[in-house]
């Protein structure tokens, strides 16, 4: 399955891993990448271009079938726009040697009851139950259990480090007469692998979790740099530089994928953390 959203092109599968499947893009230097997701929602794997990952039943937590999320950025008209963005996405493969149907498993909730504990995880968020995220994405060893249950209910599909960084904005935009009003954010942008396709973007939320608008997000292949080198991210301000329209009310998310390091993410979030303030 193929869909595309305003920050990228997105394909997604179910694979059968019980006798082993093989993951590959080929090398380039945009941003490509195929995350292997396992029934339990742990990362067991990534792959980047150039790289090629093997994934057997050894390799999950449970059942023998992952979930394949993959991720081309768009491109921009210079560099070939949605075109050519779908070309390097169209050569990744997907090898599996079994081809089983996927069922869900006795143990799996109904939806209802599902959709009534994620609601109930979400407002545990939004309470401060969850003060950083760099124990929500990963495998069983870098993640810690409750932090990981939040993520899977607030952020699903998210990256661990190294692989991807995430920080909310502390959000003080004020409603008057039911009106939201304008605000905006400045921050010092992290170290990234541009080389590699690296990227940061801001993305908005309703407040329940989904995209709102249209243009939901902004990066900084999109966005503008002050003279300074910091950026200035404007929201509900029409006419202004790095502009996105949000519902009311809203949240967002810094996210910056490809790091320097695992540990230039940690340090940036404990110095730069405190500019992602919405006022």
Partial sequence: MTRENQDGIYASAVVDISQGATFSIPAGDHYQIIQVIDMQNYVAGVVYAGDSLTITPDDVTYG?????NMR??????EKGGLQETLRPQKLATIQANSAK???SPD????LKKTEEIRAALIEDVKQGALPHTRSVNGTPYSSRP???????????GGLGLPNAAYWPFQNNTKVVDGKIQPSSATFTPPEIQEERGGFWSVTIYNEVGWFAKDVSAISNTQAVANADGTYTIHFNSPGAQNNLDTSTPFTALFRFY???AKESAVQYINEHGKE???Q
Avoid at 72 to 77: A, N, R
């Fill in 101 to 103: 149907p996927y069922e």
């Fill in 64 to 68: 023998d079938h992952v979930y394949l």
């Fill in 146 to 156: 409750q932090d990981h249950l939040y993520g899977t209910a607030y952020g699903w």
């Fill in 107 to 110: 143990l799996v909730l109904d």
């Fill in 72 to 77: 081309v950025p768009i491109l921009s008209d």
């Fill in 258 to 260: 490809l790091p320097d």
């Fill in 276 to 278: 992602l303030v919405i």
